[in-house]
């Protein structure tokens, strides 16, 4: 591996370059949790909040940077989905398996995501996000998830990819 050099430094992330190649990089280079999370109504939660750098509501699995902050800077990767399933969709998880772990964008960033299947989940409280966050909680039966994601693309809404390799791991029964 050659040498990583910093470009330009921003608040959150940093613009880097390595063999001619630029990408971004958050400062905090942990990765992100990713849960795929199914009721006992077999129900996958979905999360939906506006994003700015695509300026509109995306659609998406609950996840989360893992460690980002202060608090919880020590966390494990589960430790991770656990929390970012709570605060989004007020579900906690009895148990949760790492099913994959790959890059979100590998041509643009060095963000790696660990996907984990969430089992026995208990809802908690009405989730929504911390005080920083706006989220909408969607449970959509697995058995109809296509059918409804495509309703929410012809009205406007961006699905985050993401989804379809939750759909594959359920309906593959992976994990």
């Known amino acids: 591996m050659t040498d990583t050099s910093i470009l330009a430094r ?12 630029e990408f971004a990089s958050r ?10 999370a199914v009721t006992s ?15 509109t509501a995306v659609i998406e699995l609950p996840a989360g940077l893992i460690g980002d902050e202060e608090a ?9 989905a656990e929390r970012e399933l709570l605060e989004e969709t007020g579900y906690r998880a009895e148990c949760l398996k790492l099913v994959l772990r790959c890059p ?3 041509g643009l960033s060095d963000e790696i995501a660990m996907f984990f299947i969430a089992g026995g989940l208990q809802q908690i409280n009405a989730g929504g996000g911390d005080e920083t966050e ?9 058995t109809e998830a296509d059918t409804w994601l495509d309703r929410q ?6 699905v985050d990819p993401k989804i379809y390799t939750a759909l594959y791991f359920l309906k593959n029964d992976i994990g």
């Open 153 to 158: 693309m012809s009205g406007g809404k961006m």
């Open 134 to 142: 706006s989220i909408v909680v969607h449970k959509v039966p697995v």
């Open 104 to 106: 979100t964008t590998a």
């Open 41 to 55: 109504d077999n129900e996958l939660l979905l999360v939906e909040q506006f994003r700015v750098p695509v300026n």
């Open 10 to 21: 921003g608040r959150y992330i940093n613009l880097k370059i390595r063999d001619d190649w």
């Open 72 to 80: 919880c800077k020590n966390e494990t990767p589960e430790q991770a």
């Open 27 to 36: 400062k905090h280079e942990s990765g992100v949790a990713v849960i795929i």
